[in-house]
């Protein structure tokens, strides 16, 4: 019997989804970040190119 409303799975599985979405996006985020870091280090970073006022 559906009534146009959404299951209690159907909104729990969603949820998991969302959760499951941001965790994978921080990971990548934090991933890369370090990774920039890392290179940003290895070569001088933004700082080299950065004018002494």
């Known amino acids: 019997m559906y ?3 959404h299951w209690l799975t159907d909104v729990v599985a969603g949820v998991a989804l969302a959760v499951l979405s941001v965790a994978v996006a921080m990971r990548v985020t934090n991933d890369a970040d370090r990774a920039r870091s890392r290179t940003e280090d290895s070569i001088g970073g ?3 190119w950065r004018r002494n006022d």
């Open 3 to 5: 009534l146009g409303i």
């Open 46 to 48: 933004h700082d080299r």
